[in-house]
């Protein structure tokens, strides 16, 4: 087998908030996702499956009105891959297929289809190599696009339904991420970040701009048919306000960290990966009456090494 380390970086989902009809919102999985990062040069092409969850519930402190939640999953199916046009530059894409679950108290909607396609482009900084000897290191910085494909108007009973719960954003938006990979022997780290600059659409709505920062710490095993790198780390996720029409919307934004936990498995030209997520600490910008509390998250991708 060949021994090469393949790195897989993991960006998981950033916090995009959501809008409730009634306008209270919490953090959902977004699905900024730039796929699999590989030490490899070579193309690949592969599928990955994601979930997360969300419960949401409002205290109208009121007797007229009645308390309102809302339980959420969020799930999607990404088609993605890299294609390396030189040794310094590569091109990744996404293409995501969503299905999103609503059920609450005033409100139960199911919303299922294609999602805003992501295409970001490499640049490979340095490259120190790919040997089982010595320290090396690599960095690659990319900027891309999120492309507004998605359905963004889908509504329920004739109103508009939250925001983050439609299948796209309606704008076109613009992303910076960086790579950092440091090994010795068999043991490494790897450091990956992003950012999502959003614009408006054409309803005059801009979700928040969204940062998040990984960390993750791996050993490399090796047999004599197969190689497993297990790892473990951290994730940090950033979303913004929203603002509607140029006001800022309340309830919306927040931040996340997050223990991370997976395993990748190298089988000739095949790659499993597999990853599982849950919330150290939560701080969403909610009210005095609204609470959101985010689940634990999951992963598995399928990859195929051209």
């Not at 409730?20 to 953090?27: L, Q, T």
């Not at 030189?86 to 289809?113: D, K």
């Amino acid at each position: 087998m060949n021994r090469r380390i393949i790195l897989v970086a993991l960006i998981a989902v950033l916090s995009i908030p959501k809008t409730w009809a009634c306008d209270v919102c919490g953090c959902s999985l977004s699905g900024l996702y730039f796929g699999y990062v590989s030490m490899q040069n070579r193309h690949f092409i592969g599928l990955k499956y994601s979930s997360a969850s969300f419960k949401a519930y409002i205290d109208n402190d009121d007797y007229y009105f009645q308390d309102e939640y809302s339980n959420d999953t969020y799930q999607r199916f990404d088609l993605t891959g890299k294609y390396r046009f030189s040794p310094r530059f590569e091109v990744r894409y996404v293409v995501p297929y969503i299905i999103n679950n609503m059920e609450g108290s005033h409100q139960n909607v199911r919303s299922s289809g294609l999602g805003d396609p992501m295409i970001v482009g490499y640049y490979s900084v340095f490259n120190t190599g790919e040997n089982m000897e010595g320290i090396v290191h690599s960095l690659n910085v990319g900027a891309g696009l999120k492309l507004p494909a998605g359905e963004f108007e889908k509504t329920d009973d004739g109103e508009i339904i939250n925001r983050n719960f439609q299948l796209g954003s309606g704008s076109l938006d613009y992303i910076l991420s960086a790579n950092y990979m440091v090994r010795f022997g068999k043991y490494g780290a790897n450091v990956e970040s992003s950012y999502k600059i959003n614009s408006a659409n054409s309803m005059d709505y801009e979700f928040g701009n969204q940062a998040n920062v990984a960390l993750n710490v791996y050993r490399y095993l090796e047999t004599a048919s197969f190689s497993v790198l297990p790892f473990v780390g951290a994730f940090y996720e950033q979303g913004d306000y929203h603002y509607n029409e140029g006001i800022r919307e309340a309830n919306t934004g927040g931040k996340a960290i997050m223990a991370t936990l997976g395993a990748q498995v190298f089988v000739s030209r095949l790659t499993l990966n597999a990853q599982y997520q849950t919330p150290i600490k939560q701080t969403f910008n909610t009210d005095d009456f609204a609470s959101i509390e985010g689940g634990d998250r999951f992963s598995i991708g399928l990859y195929y090494s051209l």
